[in-house]
């Protein structure tokens, strides 16, 4: 079992940053590829970023092509953390947004191979 718990969303002005967190526990950490993904009202569950790394040092991201410049995903590994910077914020980011955990070996990009979810964090970004 991995747990997730997020954090780090709120209101704010349409140009503004948000950080998000994403804390895991349980099953090692470094088994998992960690992602974020967004439902906005009404809409379906999307990808967003993720982060993937190999048995080193190594790793690689992934970004949705609308966030790609904007949002940056990275990882503390002493503090068992990934978290989603989040820059010049449109008010079409406003969704929950939810921290994924996939086992290494399957696509971090597809939404159907995670295994494990957090509760979600609401990002509100007005106009």
């Known amino acids: 079992q991995v747990q997730l718990v997020e954090s780090g969303g709120g209101l704010v002005q349409a140009g503004g940053s948000l950080r998000l967190s994403c804390a895991a526990s349980?099953?090692?950490?470094?088994?998992?590829?960690i992602g974020w993904f967004r439902q906005a009202p009404g809409k379906e569950r999307k990808f967003v970023a993720a982060l993937s790394w190999n048995s080193g040092s190594v790793y690689y991201t992934y970004y949705e092509d609308s966030v790609k410049g904007r949002f940056t995903i990275s990882r503390d590994n002493a503090k068992n953390t990934v978290y989603l910077q989040m820059n010049s914020l449109k008010p079409e980011d406003t969704a929950v947004y939810y921290c994924?955990?996939?086992?290494?070996?399957?696509?971090?990009?597809?939404?159907?191979?995670?295994?494990?979810w957090g509760q979600g964090t609401q990002v509100t970004v007005s106009s």
């Open positions: 994924a955990a996939v086992p290494r070996g399957r696509n971090p990009q597809a939404m159907a191979n995670y295994d494990y």
């Open positions: 349980g099953r090692t950490f470094s088994s998992y590829h």
